[in-house]
Structure formats: structure tokens, C-alpha cells
């Protein structure tokens, strides 16, 4: 299972970025083998619709699930529209790893 | 950590002079931990002429990109015009059978550019304006300035409000005051956006009641509980009549009135907020009860 | 002949701009044809203070792309070309964002298979009809949450307005920004209204770098004037803005504005102000 974090620093053991459209980085990660590569979310310069920009680019990498703080109306729509499942951090989340952790755990609420 | 933010719907109604009062109150008391103040008012930020920030740290903020014909590739074939809905290919000025882009028209759409048989056109980056963390006495504010006349897509906002939410959050600061703009378009709903709490400054004047009720609707709209204090108040007491109907029919509460005072102009000509420079006029004193009201509101949220 | 066209900005909310703009157009209205636009489609409060009647109402919209399912082939040239992300390919379908298109029409030309037609979004409501006083009167409303104001801006300039029409006077949202400019196209004169306060100055410094950029001729209107307010008078003097009216700041033109009165219903004798200042204008708009 594929799944992105979005990420204030290209690491795992960095703070998870509450944003989704303007999120810093996406962290990759095939949640079984936890194998991992940061990508610069290039959505973050846009002057409108970083929301479906960015969620157009994660929909494009084939993804299952996305973490974040928080989704926007438009990239609900268009990750909901790819069957992308999106998930709200909790208050134990802090950092990427804790937030795969928690995930695999099925801790994690899902955002509808 | 909670956001608050400020709003009016109409100009002018008072927003700012007691957003910098509230900044100043809960530097004196309440809110343990100080506040994170964000001016979202970006192409009118006035915020900072009633805080005198000290600027710590400047950022440049690039916008859209706009079209630009390259005169020497141009071949003049006007292939361009048709496809710009916004009348912004015109001819050039200076060069005979040219085309030139008029950028205070464009949009920014880039029709042109696919249009263009000889690859004249380019899309430029703008910078649009820039955006600051600065030091005042009550807290650290984040604000910006738009260039005149630019777009106003509300990424500038969002870039203040989220570097001011980030701030507070590495610095543990329980709240984040934001100064929104007039209006209820982009800037207004970016200013809004992930609020916990709506702080709308009323004023009870017939074209007053008219914008509360849009801004009331777009807040509804977008899901931001809602408050409401009248300012201006001893102006039009049918007025506030009004609003006060308004308010209980919506089940909104409204939290105090603020009268019409010279002094709060008159404080910010002397660039103080009214609570500090005149601390026992009749609007500092109903600022002073509204603040704690607020901030009662606030906490447990 | 083309009509004079005057916009009354402020930058600053709340400087007073619709009271002088209503003003203006009723003591105008005497001697000319005058037609009234408000362009402050965000929250349009003309119509409190001219009581029109409208008897034309029209649907302001954005031309929205809907793909033909059966002719698209999922090519994504669409999806590129859009500079606004109002376009995803999500799947096999290509998902629109009403609210984030433009209505540029881009997608549309560029779909290599036609598979692209138009549709039209309503974003507002554009009405218009005569004040009481007999002139015409004009005026948008944009839907509550649509994000965008210089549509239905644009789209209300572009309405017909009488032919024997020979002032146009347009009242321009607060902000410095995009809305404005919009408003100020065309415009032959800038009338600013400001209030003689830091924040007033500040904000008419950015109203002074658009019209200084559209090349607009601008005189500015101190309103609520509480003695000499020197750093305002100096910045009009330095930037050759002339000072063309100055109204003072009464509790009683307060609580008449409150009530839904102009500065001329509340003091009459401010009538002939306005038709001098439009003489004033007159010759600085042919300069
Ligand atoms: S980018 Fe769009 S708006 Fe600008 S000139 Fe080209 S077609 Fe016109
Ligand atoms: S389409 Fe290209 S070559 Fe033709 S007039 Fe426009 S810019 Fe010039
Ligand atoms: S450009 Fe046309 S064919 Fe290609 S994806 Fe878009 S609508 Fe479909
Ligand atoms: S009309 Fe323009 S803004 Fe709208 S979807 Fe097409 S390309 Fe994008």
C-alpha cells in the first residue's frame, strides 16, 4: 500500500506539514516496506488551486492513502474522485514516522 | 492554539482599531502565553501603523504569471487577440505591426501562448508584493503589502495566516488575532478559513446592516462560528435595533457595544492603540468587556 | 460622444466613497444625463441610499468547460493548459472546479478532439433602472461564496447604459487590488476619497500607484476632516494630487449617513460643491 505524508522537511523524523495544497513535501511511502522518498510538493507556488494541483500530482503517483492536517473542498473532491482514502493527524502525531506508525495501527481518523 | 479571527463585510467599520486594542489587552491580561497577531488585510495593511512593528524578517511573495510578447519574434499574424477574453492584446505602442500585452488587463490565462505560431509569448512570474514577521510590544505580527493593483488571490493571505499559525505553534502561543479584509471574496474566505472563532465588528448604519448580513452568509457558508459586537454604536439606535433582531434570529450572540468615539481615531493618529492612549474612555472601557468576553469565549473552545 | 467616465475609489473601507459617489450623482443629475454604476459587488449599498427601481435583471455568469464524455480520449492537454487548476484528470474522467475557473476558454481550443463545450456558471446577479432622481442606475451583486469579483465587474461595465448618457460615475470597491482596476479601466477621472488618518493615507498611497500606473488624472476628497491633518496634505502636494473637496467630521452627517441619507440631503448647500467640482474635473480629465 502506497501511502504520502505531507512534511514540513524532506525526513521522516521531521514534523508532519498540517497543510495539504501548500504542504512543503509529500513523503512517499510503500507502508509495508517502508521504503520512502521526499518529493517537493510543486503545488506550493501556485497563486490558485495549490488544492487540486496538489492532489492531481498525488493522484499521478497512484497512491492509497494521503495524512494530513487538514483537506480543502477542491482536493477532497478530486483525491475522493481517484478513490484516494484521505486521514486527519491526531494530537499524538507529531512527526512523519509516528503518523505511519498510527496508520498502520488503523489509529488514524478518516476524513469524509 | 485557537485562531480568532476579525471581519466586518463593509470598511471602515472599526476592525483594525480594535484589533490592535485586543492585541494590546491580552498583552496586559489574559491569553498566558501572549498572542500571534496576522494582518489579513493585505492590499490596506494598517495593522502595523497602530503596533510600529519592528521588521525581523522579509519575505518577497511571487503571484500568478502574466503574458509578455517578445517584440522580436512577433510576426504581428494577431493570431493572439481572438483568443484573449480579457481584451488585453492590443497594438503595440511603439513598434509598428506588433502586438503588445496590456498588463494591467491580462489574466493571466495563457491562451495566448498556445495560440502564438511563432512561440512569441511567454508567461512571466510576477512579484506581487512582499510578506514580514515583525516584533511589536504585544506579540509578533505577521503582515504583508500588495502591490497596488495586483491580484488579490488570497495566497497572500493564506502565506500570513499560515506562517503565523506555524510560528505560534513552534512557540506554543494558545492564539493567533487575525485583522481580516472588507469584502467577502478570496481574501475574505482565506482569512476565515480554518478559524475557531468569528469576531464580527458591526455597524449599525443602513449600508452597515446590509454587509453584515453578507458577511454573516458567507461565514455561515463556510463554517466559521460566529460572534458579533456593534461598534459605532450610539450612532443610529434603530440601528442597532437591527442588528440585534438580525443576530437573535440567526442565534448569533452579540457580546457588547462600542460607542462612537473620536478618541479611537484620534489614538491612531498618535499610533496607540485606544486601550493604551486613553485607557478610561467609554470605548476603551467597552473594548476592555468586550476582549474578556471574547477571550471567555475562546478558551474552552 | 463618449460619456465622461468618473470612478469614485478609496482604498481605505469605510472613507465615506458611496456617500460622495451618491452625492455627486444627484447634484449632477440637475444639469446632466447621469448614469450610476456600483461596482462594489461584494457588498453594493448605492441602492440604500438612490432607492432604484430595476426592470432589467440579467444572470452575470463564467463560461465553465463540460467535457463530452464520448469524444474525449483522456489526452490531459486540457488539464496542462489551465493556469488555474480548475481542471484533474481524475481516473477516466476530467473533473471541473467551477470555482476556480477563469471562463478563459483555453481548454476549450486547445482539446485536440472538440470535446470541450462551454456552459454558463451563474456567479451574480447584474440589475438596473432608474434612482428615484430619474437617472440610471446599475449595480451587481455577487453570489454569497462565489471567490471571484472582477467578473461580474467587468460584466456590469459592459451593460448598456442610455445613449444620451454623458456622466458615467462608478462606485469602486474598497482594496487596492485587482477589483479596482477592473473598475478604473476606461475610466477617464479618479476621485479619492480618503480619510485624513494614517491608515487613510497609507491606503490612498496605493490607490495613488494604480492610477499612477493606469495613467488615470486623480484629485482626491478629504472626508471627515478634523483640522489640518498635515502629512496628507503634504503627500497630495508631493504626488500633484489636488485636494478637491473637504467635508468635515460631524456627528450629524454621521448619524444622517447611518440613516441612509447623502451628504446633500443632510446639507443641501454641498450641491453646489459637487457641480463645481465636476467643472474641476472637467478640465483636468481633458489635460
Ligand atoms: S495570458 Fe490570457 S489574459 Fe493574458 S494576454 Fe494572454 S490570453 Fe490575454
Ligand atoms: S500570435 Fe504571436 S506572432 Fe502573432 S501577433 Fe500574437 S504574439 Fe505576435
Ligand atoms: S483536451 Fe479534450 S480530449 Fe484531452 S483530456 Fe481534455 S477534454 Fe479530453
Ligand atoms: S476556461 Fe480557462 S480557467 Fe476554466 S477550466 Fe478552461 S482553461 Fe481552466
Redesign the pocket.
Known sequence: MKIVITATKPQTDGLVDPRFGRAQYFILMEAETQQWEALENPAIAQSGGAGVAAAQFIIDKHVDAVVSGDFGPNASRALGGADIKMFLFSPEVDTVQSAVDLFKQDKLQQFK | MKQLVILSGKGGTGKTSICAAFAHLASIEGSQGGIVLADADVDAANLRLVLSPVEAETTEFWGGSLAEIDPDVCIGCGECVPVCRYYAVLDDPQRLNKKWIDPVACDG?A?CVYACPTSAIRMVVQQEGFWFRSDTAYGTLFHAELFPGRENSGKLVTLVKQNARLWAEEHQVPLVIIDGPPGIVCPVISACAGADLGLIIAEPSLAGIHDLKRIQATMQHFRVPQVIAINKADIYPDGVQQIREFADKNNIQVLGEVPFDPLIPHSMLLGLPVTEKFPDSDSSRAIRHLWQTVATLIEPL | MKPIQIAVASGKGGTGKTTIATSLALSLAEKYHVAYLDCDVEAPNGHLFLHPEFNTSTEAV????RIDKNRCTLCGK?VE???????AKVGKTIM??PQ?????????W?CPEHA?E?IPNPIGVLESGKARQDFHYAHGTLTISEPMATPIIRQLKRLEIPPQTAISILDAPPGASCSVVETLRGSDFALLVTEPTPFGLHDLGQMQGIVEEMRIPAGVIINRENGDYLPLLEYCTKHHLPVMLRVPFERRIAEGVARGQTLVEIYPEYRQCFLDLFDSIAVLANQ
Not at chain 3, 62 to 65: C, Y
Not at chain 3, 81 to 87: I, M, R, S, Y
Open positions: 490565462c491562451a | 463564467i463560461r465553465i468547460p486540457c493548459v489551465c493556469q488555474f487548476h480548475a481542471l471541473v472546479f476556480l475557473c477563469h471562463g478563459c476558454g483555453s481548454c476549450t486547445n470541450i462551454e
